[in-house]
């Protein structure tokens, strides 16, 4: 007969659960039903009011940074280093999952995933646009604004991605990042 790991309770046959272990260092536990409802209904906690206009504005922060991070590093190395755009889906989860109160779930993931995505674009129009200053420079033209007319942002943002469509690996490894970051925590339960 098993005891429970939790509150040292013996557990009848039927009415525990394994919860198995994820490495090979922490041991598996075995969960009477009173613990394994407590375990679940704090997992449950976390997904209800979450504090999202919090969420929102850390995350866009959280995203202005990583976004200038990503275009000073490829400026400085002339590469474009996939690590840096994973960590900005990261980045953009965990700043919208501590801005929402530690809370996860539905809504902050596509929150997660549409700040991510715009990190990206202007990470892209950013890059693009400072080769072209750079470029422009040399044959004599200065004086170009920061901000561009709609038409032409979206112009230098597809012909970053043409020049180097690897980026979209990046892309799409970072929004999945940013994705699963604020996700509800689940177990996998083994009734014993």
């Known amino acids: ?4 790991t939790n509150c040292g309770a013996e557990i009848q046959p039927g009415n525990g659960f394994l919860i198995p ?5 922490t041991p598996s536990l075995h969960l009477c039903a009173d613990c394994t409802g407590k375990v679940e209904a704090a997992y449950e906690a976390e997904t209800s009011d979450p504090r999202l206009p919090m969420a929102l504005l850390l995350g866009l922060v959280a995203a202005v940074a990583a976004c ?3 275009y000073a590093v490829v400026v400085i190395t002339n590469y474009e280093l996939g ?5 900005i889906g990261w980045v953009v989860g965990l700043a919208v999952v501590y801005g929402a109160g530690r809370k996860r779930g539905r809504a902050l993931q596509i929150m997660a995933l549409v700040i991510t995505l715009l990190a990206l674009l202007f990470s892209e129009y950013l890059i693009v646009r400072h080769f072209l200053v750079q470029n ?9 604004p920061l901000l561009l007319d709609p038409p ?3 112009f230098l943002i597809v012909e970053g991605i043409k020049a180097s469509p690897t980026s979209l690996l990046f892309w799409a490894l970072a929004l999945w990042q940013a994705f699963v970051t604020p996700a509800k ?5 083994v009734p014993v």
């Open 68 to 70: 200038l991070l990503w």
């Open 83 to 87: 690590i840096v755009a994973i960590a």
């Open 185 to 189: 925590k689940a177990f996998r339960k």
């Open 152 to 154: 032409i942002v979206l």
């Open 136 to 144: 422009l420079a040399e044959d004599g033209y200065t004086g170009i």
């Open 1 to 4: 007969m098993a005891t429970c």
């Open 21 to 25: 272990s994820n490495s090979k260092k």
